[in-house]
């Protein structure tokens, strides 16, 4: 019996692996992973991992009960060692703030964190969307000051352009405030007032959230829906002061550095810990699910998960559907071939021929060797058309009148020439090999 990967679960293959579905290969994740280290060092973030496996109470307790995710969506199930309830993590904000508390992590003060890796949750597989997912997650935690709402917002930016994306064109911002609490919960009740006029109307999923969670009726794509959720009272009417010179302040930065956004009224994200300012970065190139980056503040969640209360903003990026879209839009990816192809004739002493390489290795040149199988390393032209495929720019050729002059002939493979280069010493030449 032939057995799968399980629906929804992809495996990362190397490019040189052909795929029956359009899904994004190895050396793509690797060029996008080194993008976020490079932009995230800029900023000052740091590294961190939590476990896949966390406390079912603690998606519980942080994303809220009656959350999509929290009812419909998690893998759960009983430690059968201990009788533990465990949740394979269905986003990392919560695993990052239990961290901090567990650590105490912010005694000393704030910190800017970021991590990358699995999730799960099990929902209807679609373009872009699995039940094993991957997501960059940037927090800053700490800080309540509006400087680091917009700071979180730049850094995203900042990704896309180090990928080539073009934001306006490729991705397009929306933001929004949602307030305080106290704030959130008189527009809670002013919308279920207008919501219970219009009971009939509703769908299923509307009317389990009536009571329960009716902010999120405003984020309902069904078109049924629209004309009543256009007629809702707007959460922006409902601000104090204090809320609405917040979210002044993160546009008046966002407006001097010139990145054009649209203030969304109906944007609300699917967690119940936001607070104050949220956003999403979207795309038109992707169906009708154009979600590709989003966040905000949630300064109560620490205290709600048990920590001393402190203020944090941040964000989550879906890996998958953000590598969709740079392959949706043709952008040209740099691939992660080997600097030099070594080809190796039959008889060719290969511990001399292995310690040359093993010097070109440590001055940093990638090289791939050739590697021949029980009949031998094959003829000079089938190693040489595997060194034009390997994508290498340059062939190692151990011929045996090379290595008996204590040379190796080093060939251009874009252009032809080639150079005799002396076996001792190599670390001399090593740097003309590397791209």
Not at 42 to 60: D, S
Not at 145 to 165: K, Q
Not at 180 to 196: G, K
Not at 384 to 410: H, I, M, P, R
Request: charged letters at 25%; hydrophobic letters at 40%.
């Amino acid at each position: 019996m032939k057995i799968s990967a399980v629906k929804g679960m992809n495996d990362i293959l190397p490019p040189s692996v052909p795929r029956t579905e359009k899904l994004p290969d190895s050396a793509l994740w690797q060029w996008f992973e080194s993008a976020v280290r490079t932009v995230l060092g800029r900023y000052g973030y740091q590294n961190l991992l939590t476990p896949i496996v966390e406390p079912t109470a603690l998606f519980v307790r942080g994303l809220g009960e009656v959350t999509d995710i929290v009812e419909k969506e998690m893998y759960s199930f009983v430690d059968s060692m201990n009788g533990d309830k465990l949740t394979l993590r269905p986003e990392a904000t919560a695993g990052i703030v239990r961290a901090m508390i567990e650590h105490n992590a912010l005694y000393n003060g704030p910190l800017r964190v970021w991590t990358l890796g699995p999730m799960f949750r099990h929902e209807r597989p679609q373009k872009g969307r699995y039940r094993q997912f991957h997501q960059l997650d940037v927090e800053a935690l700490g800080f309540a000051g509006p400087d680091v709402d917009a700071e979180i917002i730049l850094l995203a930016r900042a990704l896309w352009r180090e990928l080539g994306l073009v934001e306006g064109r490729d991705v397009r911002l929306e933001i929004n405030s949602l307030g305080q609490p106290d704030e959130r919960r008189a527009h809670r009740d002013a919308l279920v007032r207008h919501l219970e006029q219009h009971a009939d109307a509703l769908d299923a999923d509307a009317q389990r959230r009536l009571h329960s969670n009716p902010l999120r009726i405003l984020d309902s794509k069904n078109p049924q829906l629209q004309s009543i959720i256009e007629a809702a009272p707007k959460l922006m009417d409902f601000l104090g002061e204090a809320s609405l010179a917040h979210f002044d302040a993160v546009r008046a930065v966002l407006d001097a550095v010139g990145l054009e956004y649209r203030v969304n009224p109906r944007l609300v994200r699917g967690m119940d810990y936001y607070n104050l300012s949220v956003f999403e970065w979207v795309t038109d190139r992707l169906g009708s699910q154009g979600t590709v980056c989003g966040g905000g503040r949630y300064d109560g969640l620490i205290e709600q998960l048990g920590g001393k209360p402190a203020p944090a903003v941040g964000f989550g990026l879906g890996i998958e559907r953000l590598l969709l879209l740079i392959q949706e839009i043709g952008l040209a990816v740099p691939k992660a071939a080997a600097d030099a192809y070594a080809v190796v004739p039959a008889g060719s002493p290969l511990p001399r021929v292995v310690v040359v390489l093993e010097t070109l290795r440590q001055a940093g040149v990638r090289v791939l060797q050739h590697a021949g199988g029980a009949d031998g390393p094959g003829s000079m032209k089938s190693q040489f058309k595997k060194a034009d495929g390997s994508g290498a720019a340059f062939a190692l050729v151990f011929g045996a009148d090379e290595l008996a002059q204590g040379q190796v002939t080093v060939k251009d493979l874009r252009t032809g020439t080639q150079t005799l280069q002396p076996l001792a010493g190599a670390q001399a030449w090593a740097g003309s090999l590397k791209s």
